[in-house]
């Protein structure tokens, strides 16, 4: 049973769609194990200001916990630096924010 069900804004699917197949096969998988033990999947790191990364194997995923057990992935990259971009994490944060108020009901 699942934890977790992750959701996408745009930009992530942008950024998903334009990595080759193996860092896409890379982060589903990574995203789809969070989907199913949550917060105790070894790959996951907090940034503060409620937003989290997933990295696995040199993909990173950027996301904002939702309500109702949604994750919301914000921006997706490859791992270039050992610490996460202050630009990727800004960039993450107002994709989700976005995503949050274009989908309220």
């Known amino acids: 049973m699942k934890q ?13 769609n334009k990595l080759d197949f193996k860092d896409q096969a ?8 969070f989907e199913q033990i949550g917060i105790n999947y070894k790959n996951l790191n907090s940034l503060g200001n ?34 996460a971009p202050k630009r990727y994490i800004k960039q993450a944060i107002t994709n989700i924010e976005n995503y949050i108020n274009k989908n309220k009901d």
């Open 50 to 83: 409620g937003l989290f990364e997933i990295k696995p194997k040199g993909v990173r995923a950027y996301f904002k916990y939702a309500e109702n057990k949604i994750i919301i992935i914000g921006f997706i990259t490859l791992k270039k630096t050992q610490k």
């Open 4 to 16: 977790f069900t992750a959701e996408y804004t745009d930009e992530a699917m942008e950024q998903y």
């Open 26 to 33: 890379k982060i589903l998988e990574a995203i789809s194990t």
